[in-house]
């Protein structure tokens, strides 16, 4: 009896044993499929990165291409602006601008500026150099050349005010001193504002000039600056700072011996024809006004 209790007890034994087993090989059959399964996900994953570095590829040689071809292609032709013959005679007219110097000299130098150009103030120093120099011989022309709106139109309208009460010396100082070297400039339009422009309120003010004439000056000048502008871009002046000198024209801030040679060049000319009979007083307006070019030639 003992001896098949024995035999029954071994028997389940060995079956719970098997029933454990079997559970831990699906187990395993389990987590081998799903690392199957993880495999082929990665596989997945790195055939797609294959194929986006491969595009990358391709893109980027085709982007090299494209640079290739365009580094040997000629740049887009861009046609320059006419610019005035510097040995031609231009009819530059000076009426109604501020002038320094004496209204008989042999040479007139006409400079297009304006109080934003960088380049005008590097320049001022020649142009007081061949003041200097040549004295009575030469006359400077001031013409505002607006090519920075944002910040020199009212500094145009103020000079052109200040002129007005005769203070154009004092008010050019002004202008390069306390508005260009500080970076203090007043908005377009300020001139209609109710109290005007502060910055060149403040100068005129300084100057010593009559403020409630000088805001209303201001707001005419806007015309007359505008048809003086018409009237060089005309001539093939749209830059600063450009000269005419007998209406000969010179550009950029030069050193002073590029504008010595024109001036002594006119300077011989006028000589020989005063000595010919030509009238000094009326020297310019009849050899450059009446016989300069007044259109510049396509």
Not at 110 to 127: I, N, Q
């Amino acid at each position: 009896m003992r001896t098949w209790l024995l035999v029954g007890l071994l028997i389940a034994v060995g079956c719970a044993d098997n029933d454990a087993l079997e559970k831990r090989v699906q187990k395993l059959e389990k987590e081998l499929e799903a690392s199957a399964q993880d495999r082929r996900a990665l596989e997945r994953k790195l055939d797609e990165l294959i194929g986006e570095f491969t595009s990358v590829r391709t893109l980027e040689r085709k982007l090299d291409d494209l640079a290739a071809k365009q580094a040997v292609q000629p740049p887009p032709y861009r046609p320059r602006a006419a610019q005035p013959d510097p040995a031609k005679t231009y009819a530059v007219p000076i009426d109604g601008a501020p002038i320094e110097g004496r209204a008989d000299a042999k040479v007139t130098m006409v400079w297009a500026m304006d109080y934003a150009c960088p380049y005008c103030e590097r320049v001022r120093s020649t142009v007081a150099e061949l003041r200097r120099r040549y004295g009575n011989d030469l006359r400077v022309v001031y013409h505002q050349l607006v090519v920075h709106p944002a910040t020199a139109t009212a500094s145009a309208l103020a000079i052109c005010a200040a002129d007005k009460q005769g203070k154009f010396v004092r008010m050019d100082e002004a202008l390069w001193e306390k508005s260009f070297k500080l970076r203090r400039f007043d908005k377009v339009g300020c001139e209609l504002d109710p109290g005007g422009c502060e910055v060149m309120n403040g100068l005129a003010r300084d100057v010593g000039l009559d403020l409630p004439r000088f805001q209303r000056d201001m707001k005419v000048c806007d015309q007359s600056i505008r048809a003086r502008q018409e009237e060089l871009k005309k001539l093939g002046a749209n830059a600063t700072p450009t000269f005419f000198i007998n209406g000969r024209y010179i550009s950029g801030a030069r050193p002073a011996l590029d504008f010595e040679a024109i001036i002594d060049e006119e300077l011989r000319k006028a000589n020989e024809r005063i000595a010919q009979g030509a009238s000094q007083k009326t020297y310019y307006e009849e050899w450059v006004l009446l016989n300069g070019e007044k259109l510049l030639a396509p």
